[in-house]
């Protein structure tokens, strides 16, 4: 899991935001488990097209090795298996990653915790709305 870190919300030392700020969030780090997992079940695909995708999902900022660290993680678990693509024609061969069965049930249990916590965050945005 992604470390968490104190007071990442305030990118300044007295809470000034700088315009070229990369960073990311613990929320959006934590995302990037249930991200990966709806992404290798629509398809199998390569980290680099992962990447690509996660950064159309808004998700670009998260650094391409903690991407990669968390497809280890999650090959780990045995919610994801790896093989070699050796048919590219360009290049060395790459890992293509694809859900499997555990992984899917993984998936279900994060979107019941998602509908879960949904709630909560409408309450937390309205409340600042008010």
Do not use: C
Not at 6 to 26: C, F, L, V
Not at 30 to 40: D, F, G, I, Y
Not at 63 to 89: A, K, Q
Request: glycine share 6%; no cysteine; hydrophobic share 30%.
């Amino acid at each position: 899991m992604p470390r968490r870190r104190r007071g990442w919300a305030m990118n300044g030392q007295h809470g000034e935001k700088h315009a070229n700020d990369q960073s990311h969030s613990p929320l959006t780090t934590s995302l990037l488990e249930p991200a990966l997992l709806l992404l290798v079940r629509q398809k199998a695909r390569h980290g680099y097209t992962l990447l690509n995708e996660l950064d159309q999902q808004k998700m670009g900022s998260i650094h391409p090795s903690m991407v990669y660290r968390m497809l280890r993680d999650l090959e780990g678990f045995g919610w994801i298996r790896s093989t070699w693509d050796m048919d590219e024609t360009q290049g060395p061969p790459r890992r293509n990653y694809e859900i499997t069965t555990l992984g899917i049930q993984a998936l279900e249990n994060w979107q019941k915790q998602l509908e879960q916590n949904k709630n909560l965050i409408e309450q937390l945005l309205s409340r600042f709305n008010s």
